[in-house]
């Protein structure tokens, strides 16, 4: 007994230290660049630039591959952060502002299809097949993915109402004295 519980022990510790220095001998370098672009994202993973999720949009923002205007969650403040970051100049002549969004369904022109299901990246969408689907206000990133796949045009998204939890206070201006 005590001979298989030695030999299982020196063969952890020696199969440990193996994959110990694999990892060390063996490590892929990666651009530092595209970790700080990453940082500078939502980070929702809605997929609306056109990739997959932020880490992918960040490494074709390293490479040059991709407009610093890609992402429209981030809005105007990311866009020129991402410029700034890049040293390049952001055209945002074409930039629509506008505050965060949720998607809602209407029960009425709902069929159950489960296409926004599918397409929800966060699991916002409650539903199944053939019966009315719902939208959890709170998990929805409003990405608007769901809004295009919906064939009846049952699913609308609208603003999301100014509350007091929400509400927030506009930083004041740099130079600007308060009297």
Not at 91 to 108: M, Q
Request: hydrophobic fraction near 40%.
């Amino acid at each position: 007994m005590l001979l298989a519980v030695g030999s299982l022990t020196v063969m952890g510790v020696a199969l440990g230290g193996l994959l110990g220095a694999a990892a060390r001998f063996l490590a892929v370098e990666e651009n530092p660049l595209e970790e700080e672009l990453k940082a500078m994202l939502p980070g929702s993973q809605c997929g609306q630039c056109g990739y997959v999720g932020c880490g992918q949009a960040a490494a074709a923002l390293a490479r040059g591959e991709a407009p610093v205007t890609l992402c429209p969650p981030g809005g105007r403040a990311t866009a020129e952060a991402l410029a700034k970051k890049l040293g390049v100049t952001a055209d945002l002549s074409e930039h629509e502002e506008k505050g965060p969004e949720y998607a809602v369904i209407v029960e009425d022109l709902c069929i159950g299809c489960t296409r926004c299901i599918k397409e929800c990246s966060v699991d916002a969408i409650m539903g199944a097949n053939k019966l009315m689907h719902s939208v959890i206000v709170d998990v929805c990133h409003g990405c608007a993915k769901c809004v295009k796949v919906c064939p009846t045009d049952a699913i609308e998204m609208r603003p999301i109402p100014v509350t007091l939890s929400n509400w927030h206070w506009a930083k004041p201006e740099a130079g600007h004295t308060v009297h």
